[in-house]
Every structure is written in C-alpha cells, then in structure tokens.
C-alpha cells in the first residue's frame, strides 16, 4: 500500500473483564481498568533496541513507510499547539492554554516516535508536586492557589522531542596565550612603588578535536515557552522504552510543529559550543583564541520521543496560568503571578520596621 494511504492508527485497550477502556499507571507500571480494577502486563519489548534514523534520508522523504504514521489534530487557534484526537473525540479544550478547539476532518503525516519516557509520577504526585510549588510563592494570590489546589485534574501529557546523535571532527587554528609578569616603577602618593603587571605571550597553534554526540535533546514543540521546557530538565533519558501505545492510554500526545531540519539548527548551535569547549581545553594554557574552526559531521541519526509532562492551564480573572510538572522527576515550572494586596502590605511590614528600628537607634543616641 502507498505509504500516503496508510490507514490513520487507533488503538484502544478494552478491558478483558468488563469491556472498558484501561489506561497505564504510572505507579503499577501496567495498564489498569478503572471501573472494574483490572489490571494487565504492558505488553512492550523493554530489552528491544531503539532505532535511530537517518537524517539525510529523512530530509530526503525517502524513510520507510513504517516509521511515518497519520495523526488525526488540529492547530489550537491560541497557542498554535498540535493537539491530538483520539477518533470518538470531536471537541476539546487545550490542555496548554484552556482554549476551546474543534477537531477538523484531516490527517497530518508525521515520523513516528521511537521511543517513550514512561510517566513514573501519576496525577496525584503531580498535583502535590505543583501546589507545594505554589505554596512557596507567597505574593501569589490566594484565590489563584485555592482554584488550582480544587480545580480540574492536571492533564497527563506526551511532549515530542527529536534527539540527534552525530560524529564530529574539528580541525582549527587560534592563539594560546601564556600569561607572565613584569615589574614596573610607579608613583603613588608620591612615592616610587615596584609593582607586577600581568602580561600575554601568545603563540599560534593549530590541531583538531572530535566528538561523538549521543542524544542531542532538542524540544519539537513551540505549545510552552522554551524557558519551562528547559527548567524541566534534566531528563533521565536512559529509562526511555521503546515507543508502545500502552504508555499513552490514558493520557494526550502532543504532535511535533518544530520540524526534523529546524530542531537540528538548535543541535548543532549546542554541539558548536561544545566543541568550541573542546578546542580551548585542546589548545591549553592560560588564555585561548580561536581563530577558524571548521567542523565536519558525519553520521547524523536521530529519532522522535515523547517526554511525560502535567499540565495545568487556568483561567483566573481573566488570564492563563499555566503549571508544567515533570512526569518523571516533579520538577515544577509556571507562570509566577503576584498579589498587588500581599506586595502592598509587604512593603507596608517593611516600612514599619524600618521605622520603628530607626526611631529606636534615635533614642539610644
């Protein structure tokens, strides 16, 4: 069959016992059945080796049919997320920024994920995990820390990532500097002082470096402001499996709209640092310049994963907050709203103070 008229995948996970859809624990690490308790073995190949891809043939659109899928979403007119459906799913609200969005008719072609980062906190340890991270902003408001605290579940949510893995070789020239010192006469207050100044020798050099990088992470999504994605960090990514529907029962993935060349531009820029990093500790000495670095890569593999995240979006008065908590480690990141009343009276307490200290240093004098 053509790889454009693959059928659009669904998968559903009924319950053995009573018929009802299972989704994954977190904490039994195995599907459960909410209604009638079941439970059951995910059925994935944890010692299956995750495949990478080939970048060049990926930019090509020459991959095997089997590593594309179609994914029926739609563009949140917001946020510009790609939410995803499941087929009995019509209208939604945007797990990102609580919009209201109606699912279209159309498919989008997308490279499948390779592997998956399972959940290993379930919803009530992320829930705890975010209103603790409330509780230590006090100047936020109190109505917003009680509506979050008894507002709607946080929605469980798979974030594409791309991973790139890529040998480098650098061959570079620059300058090492030495520093030294020289003694020198002069007047201070007029007197004759001896005093050391540093100075640099340098000297050209030339060489090369290389690097094999393994796991470039790279966010393929642009649904959250990058400074919260990167206060999740780090990721724990030798506990990724590879990719088994099971994992996502139960919770949303988001489609990938960073696209596989884009997010490499990002993992290089990080990969040129390092190499840069590398060519300083090549070249030694006290000072380094780099004058020319011209870099070859080879071998440039990559895949798509998917990173467990909490999600919460409320509406307060008005405006989003958003709290993102990560799936794996808890690690809270959010909007920090503030309370005009509480930073009144907090400058209010602080004056205060430094009056009442002031009047009191007056007396003793």
């Known amino acids: 069959m053509d790889a454009a008229l693959a059928p659009l995948n669904e998968h559903r996970f ?7 859809d299972m989704r994954f624990d977190p904490r039994a690490e195995q599907l459960v059945c909410d209604h009638c308790g079941n439970t059951e073995p995910v059925r994935a190949g944890r010692t299956r080796a995750i495949r990478e891809l080939d970048f060049r043939k990926a930019l090509a659109n020459d991959l095997d049919r089997l590593d594309m899928e179609d994914v029926r979403s739609t563009t949140c007119p917001n946020c510009a997320a790609q939410v995803e459906f499941d087929p009995a799913t019509h209208a939604t ?5 609580a919009t209201a969005v109606v699912a279209d008719t159309g498919t989008n072609r997308q490279i499948k994920p390779k592997a998956v980062l399972p959940f290993s906190l379930d919803e009530n340890a992320g829930r705890k995990a975010m209103t603790d991270w409330l509780g230590s902003l006090w100047f936020a408001p ?5 509506y979050a605290r008894k507002g709607r579940k946080l929605e469980g949510i798979y974030v594409p990532y791309w991973t790139y893995d890529a040998d480098t070789r650098t061959q570079y020239s620059g300058e090492r500097g030495t520093i030294y010192y020289e003694t020198r ?5 007029g007197k004759r002082q001896q005093v050391r100044v540093a100075k640099t020798r340098w000297r050209n050099v030339q060489g090369r470096v290389a690097r094999a990088f393994d796991d470039v992470l790279v966010l393929a999504s642009r649904s959250l402001p990058k400074s ?19 994992y996502l029962a139960g919770f949303r993935a988001e489609g990938y709209t960073v696209e596989l060349d884009d997010g490499f531009v990002e993992a290089r820029a990080y990969m040129d640092a390092m190499i840069n990093r590398d060519i300083r500790f090549d070249i030694g000495g006290d000072k380094q310049r780099i004058h020319n670095a011209q870099t070859q890569v080879s071998d440039i593999t990559f895949k798509h994963i998917l990173l467990p995240v909490w999600l919460a979006a409320y509406k307060y008065r008005g405006q989003t907050y958003r709290f993102v908590v990560n799936g794996q480690t808890g690690a809270v990141k959010g909007e920090r709203p503030y309370s005009k009343i509480k930073i009144a009276f907090a400058a209010l307490i602080g004056l205060l103070v430094a009056l009442t200290v002031g009047y009191i240093m007056a007396m003793q004098q």
């Open 93 to 97: 609200e945007c797990p990102f920024c």
């Open 228 to 246: 919260y994605t990167d206060a999740l960090a780090p990721w724990h990514l030798t506990e990724l499996q590879p990719y088994s529907p099971e």
């Open 14 to 20: 009924p319950c053995d016992t009573c018929g009802s």
């Open 185 to 189: 006469t002069v007047v201070r207050d």
């Open 142 to 146: 109190n109505g917003l820390k009680d």
